[in-house]
């Protein structure tokens, strides 16, 4: 099993040297949100079930591996924290408000909307005394796509800041396409399947991939066996029958079927 483990981070590492791309696991900081949208009673979006945002940026976040908050607005953070302090970038009371709420990244933003199609003007703010701006960002069309443009452009961003580049290994590993596209669909006694995804371009990708399953219940185990161009296949441990998994599957919009006679042959939908 070890011998396996080390070769599979050979081939992990081949694949981020060889794209020439960051590789970006730890820190993954919180993202603290607090946006304002001038059509509610109280413009500052809360972080309840009375909008959407907070459920779609949780959502996307998981996706990225980057959790997200909004405020609860209680009595607490409104002593601090108005419509105009967002908009006009007074950080004090935002950093001290966000306290309360872990460590993080601090992003503050304004809402507009015209029919379907929404605008948000966001600004992405370190976590300290100074607050300083990281990068600034406007994600336009419907809730969704502002949702998914943001923490693309934040992601983006954050492997660069984080990660790094890995030398190639002395010893590369490599993986031939018959040992890449053969497939075990039967699920073993322990539940154990293989997974083969298609159009994994980057790490990024990979680990958005990996966030995706993790969150799944019925998912307990999950790892990475092997690697081949944009093709990626993965040892999974399920609770349950196979129904369950591709039902959750449904509502994952970025996870979709690739070939009909193969359940366990998938696509990666870029965002």
């Given at each position: 099993?070890?011998?396996?483990?080390?070769?599979?981070?050979?081939?992990?590492?081949?694949?981020?040297?060889?794209?020439?791309?960051?590789?970006?696991?730890?820190?993954?900081?919180?993202?603290?949100?607090?946006?304002?949208?001038?059509?509610?009673?109280?413009p500052l979006v809360p972080g309840d079930t009375t909008t959407k945002w907070p459920q779609l940026f949780a959502r996307e976040g998981a996706q990225w591996a980057i959790p997200s908050h909004f405020p609860l607005l209680?009595?607490?953070?409104?002593?601090?924290?108005?419509?105009?302090?967002?908009?006009?970038?007074?950080?004090?009371?935002?950093?001290?408000?966000s306290q309360r709420y872990g460590d993080g990244l601090l992003v503050r933003g304004q809402l507009s909307q015209?029919?379907?199609?929404?605008?948000?003007?966001?600004?992405?703010?370190?976590?300290?005394?100074?607050?300083?701006?990281?990068?600034?960002?406007?994600?336009k069309g419907?809730?969704?796509?502002?949702?998914?443009?943001?923490?693309?452009?934040?992601?983006?961003?954050?492997?660069?800041?984080?990660?790094?580049?890995?030398?190639?290994?002395?010893?590369?590993?490599?993986?031939?396409?018959?040992?890449?596209?053969a497939v075990t669909t039967a699920i073993s006694a322990s539940g154990e399947v293989s997974l083969q995804v298609d159009h994994v371009k980057s790490v990024d990708d990979l680990l958005a991939l990996q966030g995706l399953l993790h969150q799944l219940p019925m998912v307990s185990q999950s790892s990475v066996t092997s690697m081949a161009g944009d093709?990626?296949?993965?040892?999974?441990?399920l609770k349950g029958d196979a129904n369950g998994f591709f039902t959750a599957l449904q509502d994952q919009q970025r996870l979709v079927p690739a070939d009909a006679a193969n359940r366990f042959h998938m696509q990666w939908r870029q965002p």
């Open positions: 099993m070890a011998y396996w483990l080390i070769l599979i981070q050979r081939a992990f590492k081949r694949l981020v040297a060889l794209g020439v791309a960051p590789y970006w696991e730890q820190p993954r900081p919180a993202l603290m949100f607090w946006l304002v949208d001038m059509q509610l009673p109280i209680d009595l607490d953070d409104l002593a601090l924290v108005s419509a105009d302090v967002v908009n006009q970038g007074l950080m004090p009371p935002l950093v001290k408000a015209q029919g379907d199609q929404w605008q948000l003007q966001w600004h992405l703010h370190d976590f300290d005394s100074k607050a300083a701006v990281l990068i600034n960002g406007q994600s419907t809730q969704a796509q502002v949702v998914t443009q943001t923490f693309a452009a934040i992601s983006h961003y954050l492997a660069g800041r984080y990660g790094k580049i890995l030398p190639l290994p002395q010893a590369v590993l490599t993986v031939s396409a018959a040992q890449a596209t093709t990626v296949t993965l040892s999974l441990v």
